[in-house]
């Protein structure tokens, strides 16, 4: 069946540093891929998607690429804040708009 | 952006005993709602999809009969456990379908069963 693999954390940077989550799939078919954040006490929010090959998701600063011949869907930021801090969770829908999670990453952005 | 609430956000109760957790869409019609299931450090598993006015569909595993789902209007989706046990204690999230691709997902609700 459908799966997501990402990158096991946590993952601890200082404010201003580069961020990459890893994420890939495996999928039958061509699956929209998902990025969704939970900030402490909060309920998941979806952060970008992509419904296609090659289609880049972007929002607040994070990319990430659909990319099918290597069946990833990496998360980047440029400059991460401590605002950011929260847990990323990388996602896949097939056929009837189920989603399949990932583990999730704990991201903890120090000052 | 839309809104999904859960109710209550927490809950203890006494092994044996039937729990209701209450999923809304404040501001939007859903049609189809989901609910799920997080295990500590953990990811989520979906459990069921609820579609208004019929059946929900539950996933291979999860059992019908304990997990009770009701989704009566397009605004409100219910999840009753039934005789609750100690190992049914969880997070219990729900989602609601805003669009294509598109689910909101609601705060979550903790369940403990002592």
Partial sequence: GDSVTQMEGPVTLSEEAFLTINCTYTATGYPSLFWYVQYPGEGLQLLLKATKADDKGSNKGFEATYRKETTSFHLEKGSVQVSDSAVYFCALSGNGNKLVFGAGTILRVKS | ?114
Avoid at chain 2, 61 to 85: C, P, Q, Y
């Fill in chain 2, 1 to 114: 952006g839309a809104v999904v609430s859960q109710h209550p956000s927490w809950v203890i109760c006494k092994s044996g005993t039937s729990v209701k957790i209450e999923c809304r869409s404040l501001d939007f019609q859903a049609t189809t709602m989901f609910w799920y299931r997080q295990f500590p450090k953990q990811s989520l598993m979906l459990m069921a999809t609820s579609n208004e006015g019929s059946k929900a569909t539950y996933e291979q595993g999860v059992e019908k009969d304990k997990f009770l789902i009701n989704h009566a209007s397009l605004t409100l989706s219910t999840l009753t456990v039934t005789s609750a046990h100690p190992e049914d204690s969880s997070f219990y999230i729900c989602s609601a379908k805003w669009r294509e691709y598109e689910q909101y997902f609601g705060p979550g609700t903790r369940l403990t069963v002592t």
